[in-house]
C-alpha cells in the first residue's frame, strides 16, 4: 500500500505468476467496505456482476467481483479486466448503528461513485428500484437525460450509463 497525494490508501497487487499481461499499468480494483456482504453481493450480482474469488479470514472477508463477460476460470491476478473487492469485517452486520463513510458525505466528499454501462439504462433502474436503496438521480432528473446514479446497500453511489453513448437528443446535422 502507499498514499495518493490527498492521503488515501492506494494498493499495488503483484500480477499473478501466469499472467501474460505486459509490466504496464493498467486500472486493476477498487475496493468498498461494506456492513452486509448478503446484501451487497445481492446488489451487485443484480447489476450483472459474478463472484470471482472470496476469501474468509478471522475477522474479515473478501469478494472479488468481475463483469459478466470476465471468464471466471482464469485467476483474477491473471486478469487484464479491472475487479470490485468488496470488504467486509465481520460483525458489522450485527450493529444497526454501523454506517460506513462513502465519501459523498457533507465534509467528507472525495469517492464519487463507481459506474456500469447498461444497455437500457431505464430498464435497469426499474430493476434496481426492486432493491429499494434509492437514487441520487433518476434517469429523467436533471439535465441529463438517461444518466442515474442509485445508492448500493452501503449508501456508495452507483452510476448508469447506456452503453454506447447518452442520447441528449440531439439531431444528426447531414453536411451535404
Not at 43 to 64: A, P, V
Not at 129 to 145: H, I, V
Amino acid at each position: 500500500f502507499v498514499y495518493d497525494p490527498d492521503g488515501y490508501w492506494v494498493e499495488i497487487v503483484r500480477r499473478g505468476e501466469n499472467s501474460k499481461i505486459s509490466n504496464e499499468f493498467n486500472f486493476s480494483q477498487t475496493m468498498l467496505r461494506v456492513k452486509d456482504p448478503k446484501k451487497s453481493l445481492e446488489f451487485y450480482q443484480k447489476l450483472g456482476m459474478k463472484i470471482l474469488t472470496q476469501r474468509h479470514f478471522s475477522d474479515f472477508s473478501l469478494f472479488f467481483l468481475g463483469s459478466s463477460n470476465v471468464d471466471e476460470t482464469i485467476d483474477f491476478k491473471d486478469q487484464f479486466h479491472p475487479v470490485l473487492e468488496l470488504t467486509h469485517n465481520h460483525g458489522t452486520e450485527n450493529d444497526p448503528d454501523f454506517k460506513h463513510f462513502t465519501g459523498n458525505e457533507e465534509g467528507r466528499q472525495g469517492f464519487g461513485n463507481i459506474g456500469f454501462l447498461v444497455d437500457d439504462v431505464y430498464a435497469a433502474c426499474d430493476e434496481i428500484r426492486k432493491l429499494g436503496y434509492g437514487f441520487r438521480k433518476e434517469p429523467d432528473d436533471g439535465s441529463m437525460k438517461g444518466l442515474a446514479t442509485a445508492y448500493d446497500p452501503d449508501g456508495y453511489s452507483v452510476q448508469l450509463m447506456k452503453r454506447g453513448g447518452i442520447d441528449f437528443g440531439d439531431k444528426k446535422v447531414d453536411s451535404n
